[in-house]
């Protein structure tokens, strides 16, 4: 703090040491600058008293994420492994219905993960749901690869981009 002569005293920040200000939290009186203030519905805060926790919702901790991972994992190799039994027999004889199957195993795998995590919701679970949809689409080519088919076009490309288009939006 510094007095000028007959004048009012400067008061700074107290995080912030070159800001001057004249705000006070509303609970301990600590000088607060606009940068460092939370609104709270009793008046402005500093951080330490505005006790800014993140929601629920999007707090996901490391056991969480092994169990996404788990989920994405089995339900990414599971209906890999469901779409090439049942490709050939069904698949093939409708016009776009393994378009629309890897669409629906895109969105089974988010659903298989946000299921997992207690329906949790993050940047972090959407990679993995993503993650998951990449590994039944990589079964499926590298297996229709050995067989002679091929799944590797643009249409099953784009099918592949929507059905991770419809894990992430599961989470």
């Known amino acids: 703090m510094s007095s000028p002569p007959g004048g009012p005293t400067t008061t700074y ?3 912030h040491s070159d800001t001057p200000t004249r705000l006070r939290c509303g609970k301990c009186e600590t000088l607060v600058c606009p940068q460092c203030m ?3 519905p ?3 805060r500093c951080a330490d008293c505005a006790n800014v926790t993140r929601l629920p919702t999007f707090d996901v901790s490391k056991p969480y994420l092994a169990r996404a991972l788990t989920a994405a994992i089995v339900t990414g190799a599971v209906g890999g492994v469901l779409f090439l039994i049942l490709g050939p027999p069904l698949l093939y004889r409708v016009p776009f219905m393994d378009t629309i199957a890897i669409i629906g195993l895109g969105f089974a795998v988010g659903e298989g993960v946000s299921l997992s995590v207690n329906r949790k919701r993050g940047n972090v679970l959407r990679y ?3 993650g998951g949809v990449a590994l039944a689409y990589l079964m499926i080519v590298v297996t229709t690869l050995s067989l002679g088919l091929s799944y590797l076009d643009v249409f099953h ?3 592949a981009a929507a059905g991770i288009y419809a894990a992430v ?3």
């Open 128 to 130: 993995i749901a993503a």
């Open 42 to 44: 009793v008046g402005v």
């Open 157 to 159: 490309l784009f099918a």
């Open 38 to 40: 939370v609104h709270s």
């Open 169 to 171: 939006s599961r989470l």
């Open 13 to 15: 920040c107290a995080r």
